[in-house]
């Protein structure tokens, strides 16, 4: 979790490499319980590509010093 102050950033790590929806429950789950934008929950995953859905953010974990840059900015 990064709390910017008026937006929190929840992120979730998986070592799986394939983009599956089924990797996102915990975030809906969170989503659900606090109305977040989808634009603001990230999973990184094992994979090499990130992928943006209707739901949230797939970061490839080799991008993860640019999420965080794009977030800071």
Known sequence: ???KGDVLYPFEVKSAKTRNQSLLANLKY???LNNTMPE?????????EDFKTGSANFVSWRNINTLLDKIEG
């Open 40 to 48: 603001f929950l990230n999973l990184i995953y094992g994979g090499d």
């Open 30 to 32: 969170w989503d659900k």
């Open 1 to 3: 979790m990064l709390d």
